[in-house]
């Protein structure tokens, strides 16, 4: 008796120092903002109906080349920031470039009632866009990012001249299987938040790693940045609590090649998150469409693969900003 009540003391300390070797407390925003916010940052307030009320957020974005006419906007994927297209923006000396943080990433404000989709995010960037005054851009976006920018451009081609589609490692915005991301459970409240604090870094290197394919793996800033904006305060929890509305995006395609909007596609071959076949599908989907896929590159080419993906996107906007 004596013995195995040793064996379970153990355990217990055991578990005990394993929980503390996971447990990673919040990040304060106003850190984050002194570490992150620069010279291009921005901050704009949006309304979103939650709960039959209009709510006020503040949505972050990035101005480069701000003087400059000609507009590039970017949308990051799920889970990530405007941030993972920093470097790259800077590359385009001709073009102002707007990289636009969704609603619980990176600088912006967090969902007012923990209830997301496409067409929430899509009315996100429309909002900004009007509040912006741009009329005429070229749109881009990696993973969901792309998915919102497919919607935008089915939606409201007649609203605004969208002159390319840039869509990289996309989502189809049809088949988008919410549940992947739907982490809400029927815990007791203060179960889920201890939870949601067990991200150690290495959690981190282990997942981007995973994402990322051969050509260049996750840089210690890369994974010092995602590591920093998931423990942001408030985040690890409206993640866990979040709920995906279920929509209809049946006729996205129809829409899109009625609009005759150029798009370029771009793909990493060893993408993990949103697999090749999704590129093919698209091709077979849409018109007036370019296919690039970058071999041994993974979910991220605009941060593994910066100088291909440059020259490709800036070939993209030289040929439709003439036309």
């Known amino acids: 008796m004596k013995k195995s009540k040793k064996v379970l003391l153990i355990l217990i300390v055991v578990l005990f120092l394993f929980l503390i070797f996971l447990y990673s407390p919040d990040i304060k925003f106003d850190h984050l903002l002194e570490k992150y916010e620069n010279e291009n940052s921005n901050f704009i307030d949006i309304d979103l109906n939650s709960n039959d009320e209009k709510k006020t957020i503040s949505i972050h974005y990035h101005s480069i080349n701000s003087e400059i006419d000609e507009k590039l906007i970017l949308i990051h994927g799920i889970f990530s920031s405007s941030y993972s297209f920093t470097s790259l923006s800077e590359m385009f000396n001709d073009y102002n470039v707007i990289l636009i943080d969704l609603p619980g990433h990176g600088l912006s404000s967090l969902l007012p009632d923990n209830i997301t989709s496409i067409n929430i995010h899509t009315e996100i960037v429309k909002q900004v866009i009007e509040k912006l005054n741009f009329k005429t851009f070229f749109l881009g976006g990696n993973s969901m990012g792309s998915g919102i920018c497919l919607n935008f451009a089915s939606m409201y081609s007649e609203i605004f001249e969208i002159k390319g589609l840039i869509l990289i490692n996309s989502i ?152």
């Open 172 to 323: 189809l915005v049809e088949e988008f299987d919410m549940a992947r991301f739907d982490f809400s459970s029927s815990l007791p409240l203060f179960i889920t938040n201890f939870i949601s604090k067990l991200t150690p870094r290495i959690f981190f290197e282990i997942v981007l790693n995973n994402v990322y394919g051969d050509v260049e793996k996750p840089s210690k800033n890369t994974v010092t940045m995602y590591e920093d904006f998931i423990r942001r305060e408030g985040v690890r929890d409206q993640i866990l609590e979040l709920k995906w509305r279920n929509e209809e995006y049946g006729t996205v395609y129809e829409n899109l090649n009625k609009s005759n909007i150029p798009i370029l596609i771009i793909w990493g071959s060893k993408d993990t998150v949103t697999p090749i076949s999704n590129a093919f599908f698209l091709e077979e989907k849409l018109d007036n469409i370019e296919l690039i896929i970058y071999d041994d590159v993974g979910h991220e080419p605009q941060v593994e693969a910066q100088k291909m993906i440059y020259e490709d996107i800036i070939n993209f906007l030289e040929i439709n900003s003439q036309s």
